[in-house]
């Protein structure tokens, strides 16, 4: 097959599709993919979809042929599951440390943030305080497709369709220091922008709250750091009123900041942390809440019954896999890799990216990183959005072999935890040469401010 045309992509202009198909991506090795005509791709995204040891993998294809065998399915309702299950279990809550006594599994990432808004609501409503239902979020945050998980994503063009978000669920802003006041002290930011938790739970009463949800740092948001000042404040707040801690680990668990989960990087000690892809590398759909012992003494020895299941939580081959991505992780030393080395070396080249004229903010923290695109960096003026710098330096990239994402004009990236330092310098030759190319169209159409910087990095 080479037409996609009567495929419904997620995420897709399909205006825009019509007639032209999608890029039917066929065979993957390591950190390359090849297309359906046979073109050699670098997915430097490989990792925000979380294929955090790479492609090919054989481990984990026998870790799955060998449950698929003994064991392909059994159900976790009615009291039974199965020993990959309660052996994955076990590990997480090993890896997530002794805040942490249990977990609940899911097939992804959207289904496990749906169980949090449950088991949240759940959790209070057991204490005597069921008006206790708000949930706060950031802008621009993304934390799934379904209702409940768009809802609490803060992104506009999703809540403009199918009527979200679902009540009492409701945003702050996201601590984006190069985007919103990059000649303020950065760690001053940090706690300004955590200070507008605190200013939102007093505005709705810090009896109405829940919970507060967010990514330790923001992946498909733009991958925006915050600053180190920003979480500490944010845990100081929580634990000031009583507020339970959601942090999503989609995309930060399992090793990319150099640290297992995110949130111990970054200092702070969430309730319930989801988590997805990342736990299989992507090769099958497994995701979860990691639940904290405040959370679970609550609903295991008082809330009675807790009706919520999927009839693919614990699925054993998934579990199995999960096992076997585990395995490799820490055979291969790859968490401490990202932190002691992939992880500094990529901020170093991220560095020397930021002479680009077209670079501003660049970013890297582990093995994620991002820049935002601007019409005069010097003068923190971005382009006009309709001009869609992104996604003409998106097409580039394509191009040129890289697969790259453009979040508006953030383009960011997530190799895989396995990247080596010599292909950390094969991509940012890629990156640079679409850097480039996207200079010299914005240049050719009069896109660029005056003062700008004019001279090309390369
Ligand atoms: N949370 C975060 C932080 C994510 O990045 C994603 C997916 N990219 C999700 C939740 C949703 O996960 P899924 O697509 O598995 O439902």
Request: glycine share 12%.
């Amino acid at each position: 097959a080479t037409d996609s045309a009567h495929y419904m992509h997620p995420f897709t202009d399909h205006k825009g599709l019509a007639g032209k198909g999608a890029r039917i991506i066929t065979k993957a090795d390591g950190i390359h993919i090849w297309d359906s005509e046979n073109k050699k791709i670098f997915d430097a995204m490989s990792g925000l979809w979380c294929v955090n040891v790479g492609y090919g993998r054989q481990e984990l294809v026998d870790a799955a042929t060998k449950q698929m065998q003994e064991l392909p399915y059994y159900n976790s309702f009615f009291q039974t599951t199965n020993v990959p299950a309660v052996k994955l279990a076990e590990r997480i809550v090993g890896l997530a440390g002794d805040n942490f006594s249990h977990v609940f599994f899911s097939s992804s990432g959207s289904e496990s943030n749906d169980t949090n808004i449950r088991m949240v609501r759940h959790y209070w409503a057991t204490l005597g305080q069921p008006e206790r239902k708000v949930i706060i979020s950031r802008n621009n945050a993304y934390h799934g497709s379904t209702m409940a998980g768009a809802s609490l994503g803060g992104m506009s063009g999703m809540h403009a369709q199918g009527g979200l978000p679902i009540p009492d669920i409701v945003h702050i802003e996201q601590p984006y220091h190069y985007g919103l006041a990059p000649t303020k002290d950065k760690d001053a930011f940090g706690l300004e922008a955590a200070g507008w938790l605190e200013a939102k739970i007093l505005e709705i009463g810090a009896d109405k709250v829940a919970a507060f949800i967010g990514e330790p740092v923001q992946g498909a948001g733009g991958v925006i750091i915050p600053p180190k000042t920003y979480w500490p404040e944010i845990q100081r707040i929580c634990d000031k009123y009583g507020i339970l801690l959601i942090c999503d680990e989609v995309i930060c668990g399992f090793g990319r900041l150099g640290k297992w989960f995110g949130s111990e990087l970054l200092g702070a000690k969430p309730d319930l942390m989801t988590f997805a892809k990342g736990v299989t590398s992507g090769y099958l759909p497994l995701g979860g809440v990691v639940i904290g012992k405040r959370v679970a003494d609550v609903l295991i020895n008082q809330g009675g019954e807790f009706n919520h299941g999927y009839t693919y939580s614990g699925h054993p081959v998934a579990c199995a896999v999960a096992l076997a991505n585990i395995d490799i992780i820490e055979s291969e030393g790859l968490v401490d890799k990202v932190l002691k080395e992939t992880g500094p070396y990529l901020a170093e080249r991220y560095a020397e990216l930021a002479n680009h004229p077209l670079v501003g903010g660049a970013e890297t923290c582990g093995l994620v990183a991002g820049f935002a695109l601007m019409k005069d960096k010097v003068n923190h003026i971005p382009f006009d959005e309709s001009l869609e710098v992104g996604m003409i330096c998106r097409n580039h990239s394509f191009a040129n072999g890289l697969i790259m994402r453009a979040v508006g004009d953030r383009m960011i990236i997530a190799p895989p935890l396995c990247i080596t330092k010599a292909q950390i310098d094969e991509m940012m030759v890629l990156i640079t040469e679409t850097l480039d190319a996207t200079l010299a169209d914005v240049t050719k159409n009069g896109w660029m401010h005056d003062d700008a910087p004019k001279v090309a990095y390369s």
